[in-house]
């Protein structure tokens, strides 16, 4: 089936270390994108990529990395940069950024602290 | 004001009952407006996307964009308890780059 596969779904973090989310879709999609959920935040932006080998920042990229050295692939790595990174983190992918096609997600990766 | 307004609730209400879930956005060039369902522990599910004013009908579902307002709702007709989940709505920012998201709406449905 065609989709969006994150993992781990749970992952956690000691004091001082990177850790990297990982995130493979299978929808030939060209834009891949990370979003943070916090409960009663909402969705948020950290990355987003429309192509092979670029990316830009979203409103809250501090903290993180990403690289997309293949289309289906899109990892982020939280560093140890990020002083608050327990949360919910999902993975989107969309056919085109600026065809205005909807984004479809995958299930999620939560990441606690140690 | 933020971008996306969304009460989140929590709504309940019983099994067969008509919900309404609703949004405000601030700026008025938005044109494509999306709803996700989301399970709890789960990714969000695309559950309607419509482009400018009107309605869309999927089923059970019909979403609503009055741009004279800047609303956009979400019907659900004859709810059912596999309709308890976080309804989100969102739309997409003007340069095209990012969904702009409201807090999701939790809704419990007993039967």
């Known amino acids: 089936d065609g989709g969006i596969t994150q993992s781990p779904k749970y992952l956690f973090r000691k004091e001082g270390q990177n850790v990297t989310l990982s995130c493979e879709q299978n929808?030939?999609?060209?834009?891949m994108y990370w979003y943070r959920q916090d409960p009663g935040q909402g969705l948020r932006l950290i990355y987003y990529?429309?192509?092979?080998?670029?990316?830009q920042k979203g409103d809250i990229a501090e903290g993180y990395s990403v690289s997309r050295e293949k289309k289906e692939s899109f990892p982020l790595t939280v560093t140890s940069a990020q002083k608050n990174p327990t949360a919910f983190y999902l993975c989107?992918?969309?056919?085109?950024?600026?065809?205005?096609?909807?984004?479809?997600f995958g299930d999620g990766t939560r990441l606690s602290i140690l | 004001q933020k971008e996306v307004e969304q009460d989140p609730g929590p709504l309940s209400v019983p099994e067969g009952a008509i919900v309404s879930l609703n949004c405000t956005y601030s700026?008025?060039?938005?044109?494509?407006f999306m709803w996700y369902r989301q399970y709890s522990r789960k990714g969000p599910e695309l559950l309607m996307y419509?482009?400018?004013?009107g309605n869309k009908e999927d089923g059970r579902f019909t979403a609503q964009v009055d741009k004279s307002s800047k609303y956009i709702s979400l019907f659900i007709r004859d709810s059912q308890p596999s309709d308890s989940a976080t309804y989100l709505c969102?739309?997409?920012?003007?340069?095209?780059?990012?969904?702009?998201f409201g807090k999701g709406t939790t809704l419990s449905v007993s039967s």
């Open positions: 990529s429309q192509i092979v080998n670029d990316f």
């Open positions: 929808l030939n999609h060209d834009a």
């Open positions: 989107a992918s969309s056919d085109s950024q600026y065809s205005n096609q909807p984004q479809h």
């Open positions: 700026n008025s060039a938005f044109q494509y």
């Open positions: 969102a739309t997409q920012n003007q340069a095209g780059t990012a969904l702009i």
């Open positions: 419509t482009y400018s004013s």
